[in-house]
């Protein structure tokens, strides 16, 4: 799993693994805490996306189908053969998504699919998307999102670095279309914060659009990247969700 998938925290006696895709710009170590935190009662995988951090020579995917058939083909079978969930943030939910619908398809349809920080996948992006963001753009972008420090957006070198991939994520986004489709039979739970600039509260309800076995939504204090501050209560939503059943 050396490739598009990390393993920062192994559990493998834990009862479900869970697989997890970073936010637009986002590498695999955006989510080491959130790995940290689920390791034991769940055993986590992270993705790393190419052309960042170890993969940084590799070209960026600008297109959401090849992220989910490389994931999923890397994926190894459990030799437990425990469930699977998915957790996607942002763009991480459309791929997480995406990838709950293939593994459906196989007939390996996911335990859970934890989406956040993402309204409805049927819902309309930002037309804007479509087209190329300047620099400027994608700063404003970055700055109005507030997850990333502001001396660390005002260093060339490190933005010369970051920019590359996070333009060819926005991309990604631009080109991805919503394909209607079959229900997903496993449950939707879908997160975000209450002062998110670019996901309004009343957009999470369009996932139930999406599953046949119910939507549960959270909202917790915060904007786009509520998760930082609000970890515990994520971690207690995500675990919960194989106590409760």
């Given at each position: 799993?050396?490739?598009?998938?990390?393993?920062?925290?192994?559990?493998?006696?834990?009862?479900?693994?869970l697989l997890c895709f970073p936010h637009a710009g986002g590498t695999a170590s955006a989510q080491h805490a959130l790995s940290a935190a689920v390791s034991g009662a769940l055993d986590p995988l992270v993705v790393q996306y190419p052309g960042r951090h170890d993969r940084f020579g590799e070209p960026p995917v600008e297109r959401a189908e090849e992220i989910v058939e490389a994931v999923l083909r890397e994926l190894p079978p459990d030799p437990a053969d425990r469930p699977l969930a998915l957790f996607g943030h942002?763009?991480?939910?459309?791929?997480?998504?995406?990838?709950?619908?293939?593994?459906?398809?196989l007939g390996r349809p996911p335990a859970v699919l934890f989406v956040?920080?993402?309204?409805?996948?049927?819902?309309?992006l930002p037309a804007r998307w479509s087209q190329e963001l300047s620099d400027d753009e994608l700063l404003a972008e970055i700055r109005l999102l507030a997850g990333t420090d502001e001396e660390l957006l005002a260093d060339p070198m490190l933005m010369?670095?970051?920019?590359?991939?996070?333009?060819?994520?926005?991309?990604?986004?631009?080109?991805?279309?919503?394909?209607?489709?079959?229900?997903?039979?496993?449950?939707?739970?879908a997160l975000g914060g209450d002062a998110d600039p670019r996901v309004p509260v009343a957009e999470l309800a369009a996932w139930e659009r999406e599953t046949a076995a119910g939507l549960t939504t959270h909202v917790l204090p915060g904007g786009h990247f509520y998760l930082d501050a609000g970890l515990p209560e994520v971690v207690r939503v995500v675990t919960g969700a194989f106590v409760a059943s």
């Open positions: 799993m050396a490739h598009w998938i990390r393993r920062f925290h192994p559990a493998p006696h834990a009862p479900v693994r942002s763009m991480g939910a459309l791929m997480a998504f995406e990838s709950a619908r293939v593994l459906q398809g956040s920080g993402r309204g409805g996948p049927s819902l309309p010369e670095l970051a920019l590359p991939p996070l333009r060819a994520d926005y991309r990604l986004l631009g080109r991805y279309a919503y394909a209607p489709g079959p229900p997903l039979s496993c449950p939707v739970v």
